[in-house]
């Protein structure tokens, strides 16, 4: 059974960068795509980026000059950076598999993680 | 604010069938799929409907999805208890984003 985990410091100070990992264990990241989706505490999901199979990406117009989304096939392991972070990037971040065609939805979730931007 | 517009919550009691609206606009659902998640609380959404009407293996088949023109809408029948739930409509806007809709809150009285 594929599973998704998440790590990375859930505690940054205002213009740090936000840096996450998501493993994916039991499956491999070919040949789909995936994304990076977030929800501020008590609010609704925001699509951050996807990548595909070829490591083309696509970033949400709001988040684009901040955000960095990369793959390592060989580890299987997918990455978001988001830079100059503040108080508005306070948010679950979840890492979610799409499928093997360029159609946008997310079949399995990582379990979140609770990342708190405060000075 | 969202650009997929959905009522912030909905009632029902078990057994009723209640639905839940989505309406956005002519680039994003009017021109493409139209997705659902059910985001129990404290966990991870999950995928509920996809391609505007297709269940993934394991859903009931008491979740129902419908699109015409630029309004799509999830009905559930046979509320139960679990179902409490947030719900979130999901379409790709032609923009080039992704989008979610502000989500709705189902009570099941």
């Known amino acids: 059974q594929v599973q998704l985990q998440q790590w990375g410091a859930g505690l940054l100070k205002p213009s740090e960068t936000l840096s996450l990992t998501c493993a994916v264990n039991?499956?491999?990241?070919?040949?789909?795509?995936w994304n990076w989706i977030r929800q501020p505490p008590g609010r609704g999901l925001v699509w951050i980026g996807q990548?595909?199979?070829?490591?083309?990406?696509y970033y949400n117009p709001s988040l684009n000059s901040r955000v960095t989304i990369s793959a390592d096939t060989s580890k299987n392991l997918l990455s978001l950076n988001l830079t100059s972070v503040t108080a508005a990037d306070t948010a679950v971040y979840y890492c979610?598999?799409?499928?093997?065609?360029?159609?946008?939805?997310?079949?399995?979730w990582g379990r979140g993680i609770l990342v708190t931007v405060s000075s | 604010q969202s650009v997929l517009t959905q009522p912030p919550s909905a009632s029902g009691t078990p057994g009723q069938r209640v639905t839940i609206s989505c309406s956005g606009s002519?680039?994003?659902?009017?021109?493409?799929?139209v997705y659902w998640y059910q985001q129990l609380p404290g966990t991870a959404p999950k995928l509920l409907i996809y391609?505007?009407?297709q269940r993934p293996s394991g859903v009931p088949d008491r979740f129902s999805g419908f699109k015409s023109g630029t309004s799509a809408s999830l009905a559930i029948s046979g509320l139960r208890s679990e179902d409490e739930a947030d719900y979130y409509c999901?379409?790709?806007?032609?923009?080039?984003?992704?989008?979610f809709g502000g989500g709705t809150k189902l009570t099941v009285l």
């Open positions: 979610a598999r799409g499928p093997v065609t360029p159609e946008w939805y997310f079949d399995l």
């Open positions: 039991g499956g491999s990241l070919s040949p789909y795509y």
């Open positions: 990548i595909n199979q070829r490591g083309g990406t």
């Open positions: 002519s680039s994003n659902i009017g021109t493409n799929y």
């Open positions: 391609k505007n009407n």
């Open positions: 999901a379409a790709w806007d032609d923009s080039l984003r992704g989008m």
